[in-house]
């Protein structure tokens, strides 16, 4: 049975996600797009194993993530929008505690065997070399947990919702060349969302099924195919005394094999 609270603030999370996709689609933050003028139409795109995702965390975990699906859309009066399914593959685990584990899980933005995330960046001042937007971020993920005694499954599903502030900013440009070196920030608040059971058999009972905390996203892109970022987050309401209240930072290193 699930907590009457968590299937409250699932029915609202699935409300809000629908009322979003119908309004303005969605967006992907790792998308950058300096076009200060209005495009004469709207693209839509889809792309299949574009993107390799090398991670590491505070948590000593190193993992392999793959962007196995794309689907994009550019509004021609300024919103940018897409959806994302990621895989995740740990690689290597530095601890034994299989509940830090599982949080590490939890903790990573693109994280989980299967990750499926909308993005929806909403343009508030644009230019030819910065912009600014309203970035609401929505996924679920597929947590793949450790085999635990007289209970069924080994996974749990995880919804989130971010709501923060995108800044993206051009840094350096080389028409010869054709390269450019470009910034963006995400500082967000954001809301988790998981059965009670789970949480209380995944995380001893540590963290709530409704879970509050915030996080900032800080990268650069080359040549829009690498880019280097730095994830930072925190449950607010975890248990002040339990190893899931720290922050977990985490290093990507991501590689575009196809524009």
């Excluded at 995330?117 to 644009?126: A, S, V």
């Excluded at 793949?144 to 840094?171: E, I, M």
């Excluded at 880019?227 to 290193?253: I, M, Y």
Aim: net charge positive.
């Amino acid at each position: 049975m699930f907590n009457p609270c968590y299937r409250f603030y699932k029915n609202t999370f699935w409300f809000l996600g629908i009322f979003l996709w119908s309004q303005i689609t969605t967006a992907q933050l790792l998308e950058i797009d300096f076009t200060s003028e209005k495009r004469e139409e709207s693209s839509f795109r889809i792309h299949l194993i574009r993107t390799g995702i090398i991670g590491a965390s505070s948590l000593k975990h190193l993992d392999l993530t793959a962007e196995i699906l794309k689907i994009r859309y550019d509004s021609k009066v300024g919103f940018y929008s897409g959806l994302t399914v990621f895989g995740t593959q740990t690689l290597w685990i530095g601890n034994k505690i299989d509940a830090l584990n599982t949080f590490d899980f939890l903790m990573n933005p693109i994280g989980g065997t299967i990750h499926g995330n909308l993005f929806n960046k909403i343009p508030i001042k644009r230019s030819s070399v910065q912009n600014s937007n309203m970035g609401i971020s929505m996924g679920i993920k597929w947590i793949q947990g450790p085999a635990v005694p007289n209970f069924k499954s080994t996974s749990f599903l995880d919804h989130y919702l971010k709501l923060g502030w995108v800044y993206q900013r051009l840094l350096a440009e080389d028409a010869l060349t054709n390269s450019r070196l470009s910034f963006w920030m995400f500082p967000h608040f954001q809301i988790h969302l998981s059965p009670a059971e789970s949480r209380q058999l995944f995380f001893n009972e540590q963290i709530d099924p409704t879970t509050l905390g915030y996080g900032i996203e800080l990268g650069l892109e080359y040549n829009t195919q690498l880019k280097v970022t730095f994830h930072g987050q925190q449950l607010l309401n975890a248990n002040p005394q339990s190893e899931f209240n720290q922050f977990v930072a985490r290093l990507s290193v991501a590689y575009r094999f196809l524009k």
